[in-house]
Nanobody
């Protein structure tokens, strides 16, 4: 089985910073992409940022210039540095990974349990 465990959420004032971390563990042969999605109350889950094994990144327009995604391929870790946070960034943030669990298996999507980020004064 594959597990994704997030950490680093919390309460922060507008303009502040937080760093989210996610560790993938378990039956993992290969990981193509890792990233972060978020879901605010009453809204659909949306892409925040992703990064591939080759370090190709993709960001939502709403976070470009404020958030930075990075990855440690050797340790199956992904990070999200969030700066200049705004109240509209408040959401549950979910770690995502596109993983091949065994050799010759198909790649599958895996999700963490989510971590709350609240931006409020």
């Amino acid at each position: 089985q594959v597990q994704l465990v997030e950490s680093g959420g919390g309460l922060v004032q507008p303009g502040g910073s937080l760093r989210l971390s996610c560790a993938a563990s378990g039956s993992i042969f290969s990981i193509y992409a890792m990233g972060w999605y978020r879901q605010a109350p009453g809204k659909q889950r949306e892409l925040v940022a992703t990064v591939t094994t080759g370090s190709r990144t993709n960001y939502a327009d709403s976070v470009k210039g404020r958030f930075t995604i990075s990855r440690d391929n050797a340790k199956n870790l992904v990070y999200l540095q969030m700066n200049n946070l705004k109240p509209e960034d408040t959401a549950v943030y979910y770690c995502y990974a596109h993983i091949q669990p065994r050799r010759f298996a198909t790649f599958e999507d895996y999700w963490g349990q989510g971590t709350q980020v609240t931006v409020s004064s």
